[in-house]
């Protein structure tokens, strides 16, 4: 369809966004916007304060997943059960050398 007329170009100008001064913001083209996104780090490559807190909370609530499901098998329970076994074994251990630390020595008097 060559025999149609173009329409006239629009005149406009580019501006880029730029972020604030201190802000962990940098623009991401979305469509006919720039979108801000937060990155966790400053301008410097400084991780800042709330990323470093995601990350441990993510790292936290995985490892309490992990050991939760862990619990829930075969095997967990019985690593459990041995784990106790062995603190009753030492506790036993360790009343049994106290007691034997109580006693006096016959051979000194």
């Known amino acids: 369809m060559p025999d149609e007329p173009?329409?006239?170009p629009v005149?406009?100008?580019?501006?880029?966004?730029?972020?604030?001064p201190g802000s962990t913001f940098q623009?991401?083209?979305?469509g006919d916007t720039a979108q801000p996104v937060e990155t966790g780090y400053t301008p410097d490559g400084v991780p800042t304060f709330?990323?470093?807190r995601?990350?441990?909370?993510?790292r936290y609530g995985t490892a309490i997943g992990?050991?939760?499901?862990?619990?829930?098998?075969p095997e967990g329970r019985s690593v459990e059960e041995q784990y106790e076994a062995r603190q009753k074994a030492a506790a036993e251990r360790l009343a049994r050398i106290r007691e034997s630390m109580r006693r006096?020595?016959?051979?000194?008097g």
């Open 104 to 108: 006096p020595d016959d051979d000194s």
């Open 54 to 58: 995601e990350k441990i909370e993510t």
């Open 11 to 20: 005149d406009a100008e580019i501006v880029e966004l730029s972020p604030a």
């Open 6 to 8: 173009q329409p006239e």
């Open 27 to 30: 623009p991401v083209e979305t």
């Open 50 to 52: 709330e990323s470093v």
């Open 66 to 73: 992990a050991a939760e499901l862990a619990s829930e098998t």
